[in-house]
């Protein structure tokens, strides 16, 4: 198991505006997860992208993976007040959650 | 599909007490998982199940903490005596199997007095 790491820790961005946040990791993966997890609730599932795939997208989020950096980064697009949330990374099944990072959208 | 159901949503007890919570994953699920997150961190892992075995239990402080998952379907984690440390929401989430996305529930907020 491998823990992923979440940057920046916090951001804070206006209602309509682009969010981006990145994840590092240290060894080989199949697969990395990224979770969204609202104030006071669980966390939730939002992407898996495989390690032969380099971008996925879903709705407003891109998902875009670099092995050879190992490194992962999420973005949000035209964000909403809603996306108010941490969001936490999973590098493969097996994975130990970082602190996130922690978007606030001011509407 | 139903989600991952937890109870008590929020729980107060004093230090020394004890407390549990029960969880009850989405139906079908064979893994289940109990997390501790202490505010403004992430979840950490203490005991992860494969239908009622044990599969990681090594984050679990086994001289305060056990669980159990009967039946292989519903699991309950019971804290004995409680610490003040103990404050956190205990989060509880299933997947179809360990190589699975997992589903989380809502959790228990346990606050120590």
């Known amino acids: 198991s491998q823990q992923g790491e979440e940057d920046p820790q916090a951001l804070s961005i206006q209602e309509g505006e682009n969010a981006t946040m990145n994840c590092s990791y240290k060894t080989s993966i199949n697969n990395l997860q990224w979770y969204r997890q609202n104030s006071g609730r669980g966390l939730v599932h939002l992407i898996l992208i495989r390690s032969n795939e380099r971008e996925k997208h879903s709705g407003r989020l891109r998902v875009t993976l670099d092995t050879s950096k190992k490194s992962s980064s999420l973005l949000i697009t035209a964000s909403r007040a809603a996306d108010t949330a941490s969001y936490f990374c999973?590098?493969?099944?097996?994975?130990?959650f970082g602190a996130g990072t922690r978007l606030f959208v001011k509407a | 599909e139903a989600g991952v159901a937890q109870s008590p949503r929020y729980k107060i007890i004093e230090k020394r007490q004890s407390v549990a919570f029960w969880c009850n994953p989405i139906?079908?699920?064979?893994?289940l998982y109990w997390y501790q997150q202490i505010l403004g961190q992430g979840p950490k892992l203490l005991i992860q199940?494969?239908?009622?075995?044990?599969?990681?239990d090594s984050q679990l402080p086994k001289d305060r903490f056990s669980a159990e998952r009967l039946k292989g379907v519903d699991s309950t984690l019971k804290i004995q005596p409680a610490k003040l440390e103990d404050s956190a929401v205990y989060l509880c989430a299933s997947s179809a199997s360990g190589n699975q996305p997992q589903h989380f529930g809502d959790g228990t907020r346990l606050s120590i007095l």
């Open positions: 199940f494969q239908n009622n075995g044990v599969v990681d």
């Open positions: 139906s079908g699920h064979a893994t």
């Open positions: 999973a590098p493969g099944f097996k994975t130990i």
